[in-house]
């Protein structure tokens, strides 16, 4: 097996996704419906109110009066309308997703510049497949998210030392699980991808893949958990640049008296809010999509030994 080179993973990906803007449209479409990686799973679990969610009553939600006013007039024009957006951007996400990882692969596999338009259309060719992987793992860590909450709340109720670390133990063991789906719903889509499997084979061959790498495939995923952390904190200590345009315009607002500038003020910056973090999110999406297909290409032609193991003398993974 080869040493592991996180650097050339990093530096490899950067090169495509920085060279080839039109990665930046892809990530864009794709990260609207992301769900790669750990750091998303563990954010989730951050923000997880645990005792309204699970202490919350729903029995309204079932009841035909909750439900009535959607199913009348133009509200059922309205949910129509709505529910044909979603599949639009579920249609472009996915094939958004599948666009990058048939250009990073061909860009890692063949040293050459991908074929964007081809890579589209890989995308589109491989959809189903590749929803299936995106909604069997939405499913199994939708699911593991609701337990790890349900347990955590149980856990909350009586603060003590053993309920601490029973907490501790849940996170840990949740954590594991979000990062082995995750890793394996990331070679199945690259062996859907890129080797044209059926979902059924990609899968087996990702698990087996996985098994061979699992702390190369772990170091991965710390790593892109670290990239997020820096990512936010870089973000949220110089957005305040964000709102340099409605402080200005505020203070031309108090000389000239024409008060309707700080309403244009506080507008502009906050579309420039969220046009700075859909870009920033489709950039850096594309970026971690195309590391994990970096090292999927490596272990699936040549074989990667872990960093970990190998300073320990160990050279299997």
């Not at 998303?40 to 309204?60: E, H, K, P, T, W």
């Not at 490596?298 to 320990?312: C, D, P, T």
Request: overall charge positive.
């Amino acid at each position: 097996m080869l040493e592991p080179t996180y650097r050339s993973a990093l530096s490899h990906a950067w090169q495509l996704v920085w060279h080839h803007k039109i990665m930046w449209i892809f990530g864009i479409f794709s990260v609207v419906l992301s769900h790669f990686g750990v750091s998303n799973f563990v954010g989730q679990i951050m923000a997880l109110d645990r005792r309204s969610f699970f202490y919350r009553d729903y029995s309204a939600f079932f009841s035909f009066d909750y439900w009535q006013p959607l199913i009348s007039g133009w509200s059922l024009w309205l949910f129509l309308i709505v529910l044909l957006l979603v599949i639009l951007v579920v249609l472009i996400s996915v094939a958004a997703e599948g666009a990058i990882i048939a250009a990073a692969s061909e860009w890692f596999h063949k040293h050459t510049t991908p074929r964007f338009d081809q890579a589209w259309h890989r995308g589109i060719k491989h959809f189903w497949r590749l929803l299936a992987v995106r909604v069997m793992q939405r499913i199994i860590l939708g699911a593991l998210l609701l337990l790890i909450g349900y347990l955590l709340s149980r856990f909350a109720q009586v603060e003590s030392s053993i309920n601490t670390f029973y907490k501790v133990v849940v996170f840990a063991a949740g954590f594991l699980v979000a990062f082995m789906v995750s890793a394996i719903s990331i070679y199945a889509a690259g062996y859907i991808v890129h080797d044209e499997n059926s979902l059924r084979t990609a899968l087996e061959k990702a698990t087996y893949l996985f098994r061979r790498h699992v702390v190369v495939s772990m170091e991965l995923s710390v790593i892109e958990l670290v990239l997020s952390l820096c990512l936010g904190v870089l973000f949220i200590s110089s957005s305040f640049w964000l709102l340099v345009p409605s402080v200005i315009l505020s203070v031309i607002a108090g000389l000239t008296g024409y008060l309707s500038l700080i309403t244009f003020g506080i507008v502009f910056s906050l579309v420039l809010f969220v046009i700075t973090v859909i870009l920033l999110g489709g950039i850096f999406y594309a970026f971690i999509i195309s590391t994990w297909i970096y090292l999927f290409m490596k272990m699936h032609h040549e074989g990667v030994a872990s960093r970990i193991l190998s300073w320990l003398g160990m050279k299997r993974v």
